[in-house]
């Protein structure tokens, strides 16, 4: 929705499938790890052979993430860099495990999309074909939505209709605008100064 309205899109989990394609070194890290398993026959990545093994184990999940996050965020960084030569004026970073991997820091405005758990459980065995047992693993390795939502800037709560999301977004992208137009602003203002101290600069 934040993309028809005129975001740039960043989605970790299709960096993280860039970043673990055949022959990158993330793949050959993660087959030296858990073997052949964790593969097609084609030779890409089974990412349900990998996911059964690593959210049943927080040891085997943390091995993951130190394999597969550095890669992911030297691609994210090299979108936002585009995003930014572009000019686009809004880029988003969908990153599910933002909280976990300490990067709130590194970004404007945190946007927490929650939903009471039963609902996230529904949901995702419903959309992404999961098996109920790797669902709830999944969601026992986040942390609470609780601890998330005194963190984040902005919570939508998406246990309603299509129409009540579209609703809140529309609010969010408002304030996501506003914020964008101060900043690009004070930018502005900050150039003019050092413009102006470069011009004495070179009078003198």
Known sequence: MLADRGAT?????????????????????IIKRWGKDVLKDDGSLDRTALRQIVFADQFELDALNRIV?????????REIARARERGDQIVVCVI?????????AEFDVI????????????????????????A?????????A?????RADYCIDNNGSLEDLERDVD???SSLQ?????????????ESEVRGIESEVSVS
Do not use: C, Y
């Not at 996050?69 to 960084?77: E, N, Q, S």
């Not at 609780?146 to 005194?150: N, V």
């Open 9 to 29: 899109l960043i989605d970790a989990d299709v960096l993280a499938r860039e970043a673990v394609r055949p022959n990158t070194q993330a793949l050959k890290d």
């Open 146 to 150: 609780e601890l998330k939502r005194a």
């Open 96 to 104: 599910p495990l933002l909280f976990e991997r300490n990067l709130v």
């Open 69 to 77: 996050h550095p890669g992911v965020t030297r691609l994210r960084d």
């Open 178 to 190: 506003r914020a964008a137009s101060k900043k690009e602003t004070e930018i502005r203002i900050i």
């Open 111 to 134: 946007v927490l999309v929650d939903a009471p758990r039963p609902l996230r459980l529904e949901r995702m065995v419903a959309s992404r074909g999961l098996e109920e047992t790797d």
């Open 171 to 173: 609010a969010l992208w």
């Open 136 to 144: 709830m693993n999944m969601i026992a390795a986040q942390m609470p």
